[in-house]
């Protein structure tokens, strides 16, 4: 199975700042990695496809990047209702795998 | 617009069995992928299995294989997961979700719980 490491597990931040958050992969997975949002209590949301690709009504302020073993999520300008958990998942094999979480937490 | 409602959760002692349902709307149910994604009290998450749109192929994690079994009816708009040999550490919320093309996991219903306890 492919193993997900993000990092930072958590990361406190004020509104307008610039976050970025890395994930990385056990093995190459070219550009086959999503990224999720989950606010508490909620369901999470697919925000990035295919490393880069954004989600239809996701806002533009995130983008993805990366490829290989190395992957990002950035917050260009981070916004109230950003603070939540975000969670990359690998979609290059089965079983699908989730990095273990970073929580995004006002500073 | 897409719905997904989760539905079967509780409590339930080990070894026991569990059937979830997910009923589908707002979408061709038929032309999509399905995951059953599930998440632990405070942790992360964690996927379960997969079933094709026509439900040919299925596939598991280890955690979960032989015990559960994922299965569909496009009549129904309906997505199932037989669980059997529960275990405590089967106590999660349980989402289905939509596969958008590539495996990622694209629309999420809001969750049963499923609680494994004596």
């Known amino acids: 199975d492919i193993q997900m490491t993000q990092s930072p597990s958590s990361v406190s931040a004020s509104v307008g700042d610039r976050v970025t958050i890395t994930c990385r992969a056990s093995?190459?997975?070219?550009?086959?990695l999503a990224w999720y949002q989950q606010r508490p209590g909620k369901a999470p949301k697919l925000l990035i496809y295919?490393?880069?690709s954004l989600q239809s009504g996701v806002p533009s302020r995130f983008s993805g990047s990366g490829s290989g073993t190395y992957f990002t999520l950035t917050i260009s300008s981070l916004q109230p209702e950003d603070f939540a958990t975000y969670y990359c998942?690998?979609?290059?094999?089965?079983?699908?795998?989730f990095g273990g979480g970073t929580k995004v937490e006002i500073k | 617009q897409v719905q997904l409602v989760e539905s079967g959760g509780g409590v339930v002692q080990p070894g026991g069995s569990l059937r979830l349902s997910c009923g589908a709307s707002?979408?061709?149910?038929?032309?999509?992928?399905m995951h059953w994604v599930r998440q632990a009290p405070g942790k992360g998450l964690e996927w379960v299995a997969f079933i094709q749109n026509i439900g040919l192929f299925k596939h598991y994690p280890d955690s979960v294989k032989g015990r559960f079994t994922i299965s569909r009816d496009n009549f129904r708009n309906t997505l199932y997961l037989q669980m059997n040999s529960l275990r405590p550490e089967d106590t999660a919320v349980y989402y289905c979700?939509?596969?958008?093309?590539?495996?990622?996991?694209?629309?999420w219903g809001q969750g049963t719980l499923v609680t494994v306890s004596s």
């Open positions: 979700a939509t596969d958008q093309q590539g495996y990622y996991v694209s629309r």
């Open positions: 295919a490393a880069s």
């Open positions: 707002g979408f061709t149910f038929a032309y999509y992928g």
């Open positions: 093995q190459g997975i070219t550009t086959s």
């Open positions: 998942q690998q979609a290059n094999s089965l079983p699908l795998t």
